[in-house]
């Protein structure tokens, strides 16, 4: 296949029509609304079912009753937009079925504004409606990532039977750049054995969330953790950048970790050893690689566009043995090469501490900038 010029939101929508997608419902909220354009002229092209529906909270429940069909099914939306649908989101992780979900970030808390930000990282990573569940994230950093995690979405999915998450902010969602789209799969005609669709000839099929009775409702979140347990010991992605000899370590996902790269690069060429670790996979996060790297570094740095909510999974995974400190911006000021390679150098002049937390250091230096 050829490398074409895509818009992410495009290519995203595109990638999931050829990964056999059979279903899209959703609902228009920038910056992710080309998405849906996308699909509202794609899928009935392909005779494929595509709803705009009166809201968020419609669209996620769409997605839920579609999913029990065992149809491959997906959703995309924006930050207030994504906040809507955690109830459906927590009935679909209680019934056990797979769906995808498309969370173009923007600025926060509250309306916000349509600029990228990274402040959804709670919400999703976290599973940020009620109840003991775990969804699988993926975080691109690139259009390319974005199509192939966006198919793999999908197959993991499918395989763990739980939600998916490919989360990016709203840079991603509206930049252009080159990418190779896959192949068209066919569309899956047989359904998994455990969907519904009719119950003529065969014993009838329940999906449910609903275990009224509380050591039925234990049993299945056992089963929810044991199953997190396995996509734990087998689907952690991580991207590394000259950490052969990197004796200090930034971390970054999306455009932060992007951005985070060329600082890296930048700090190379004064020769201060630093790497950068890319976490693909926000869950499971990357936290034995992390802890691993402690025994070769001095210190690392967290770049984020939110106030630190990776940050605190950086310090949990490093466990006090190094210190960690933190940039961030916030409300979808995306941060520039120079203000990451200032921090760089800090570190390297030593300026690093194991007291204290990262977060209060940042923000005295952000607020005297300011």
């Not at 930048?266 to 034995?288: D, H, K, M, Y």
Request: glycine letters at 10%; aromatic letters at 8%.
């Amino acid at each position: 296949m050829a490398r074409e010029l895509l818009k992410g939101n495009e290519a995203i929508a595109e990638a999931a029509i050829r990964a056999g997608l059979q279903a899209y419902f959703g609902y228009p909220i920038t910056p992710q609304t080309e998405l849906l354009e996308w699909m509202s002229r794609r899928m009935p092209e392909l005779g494929r079912a595509f709803v705009q529906a009166e809201s968020e909270l419609a669209a996620i429940n769409m997605v839920y009753g579609a999913a029990c069909t065992g149809a491959r099914v997906m959703t995309s939306s924006s930050s207030p937009g994504i906040s809507l649908m955690m109830e459906g989101l927590s009935y679909i992780a209680g019934t056990e079925v797979p769906a995808v979900l498309v969370d173009v970030m923007r600025g926060g808390p509250g309306l916000g504004n349509i600029a990228p930000a990274q402040s959804d990282y709670n919400q999703i990573v976290r599973g940020g409606s009620h109840g003991d569940y775990y969804p699988i994230v993926l975080a691109p950093a690139s259009i390319q990532e974005a199509i192939d995690l966006t198919v793999l979405s999908f197959d993991l999915a499918e395989k763990y039977r739980s939600i998916a998450v490919v989360l990016l902010d709203g840079s991603l969602g509206q930049m252009m750049e080159p990418g190779e789209l896959p192949p068209m799969r066919p569309v899956r005609e047989a359904r998994p054995d455990w969907a519904v669709y009719g119950a003529r000839g065969r014993e009838r099929r329940f999906l449910t969330s609903i275990y009224l009775d509380p050591p039925q409702e234990e049993a299945t979140n056992i089963r929810l953790l044991k199953r997190w347990q396995e996509v734990q010991a087998n689907e952690v992605r991580v991207k590394e950048y000259f950490m052969e000899d990197a004796r200090y370590v930034v971390v970054g996902f999306g455009s932060a970790g992007r951005v985070a790269l060329s600082a890296v690069r930048a700090a190379r060429s004064e020769g201060i050893p630093v790497g950068l670790l890319r976490p693909v996979t926000l869950a499971p996060f990357p936290s034995a690689r992390l802890l691993q790297l402690c025994e070769r570094t001095e210190g690392f740095l967290v770049v984020e566009m939110n106030t630190g909510q990776m940050l605190e999974d950086v310090r949990l995974a490093v466990a006090g043995r190094r210190p960690v400190e933190f940039y961030g911006r916030m409300g979808g000021v995306i941060p520039f090469p120079d203000e990451i390679l200032a921090e760089i150098r800090r570190m390297a002049q030593g300026e690093m501490s194991l007291e204290g937390h990262p977060r209060e250091r940042w923000l005295q230096r952000l607020t005297s900038m300011n």
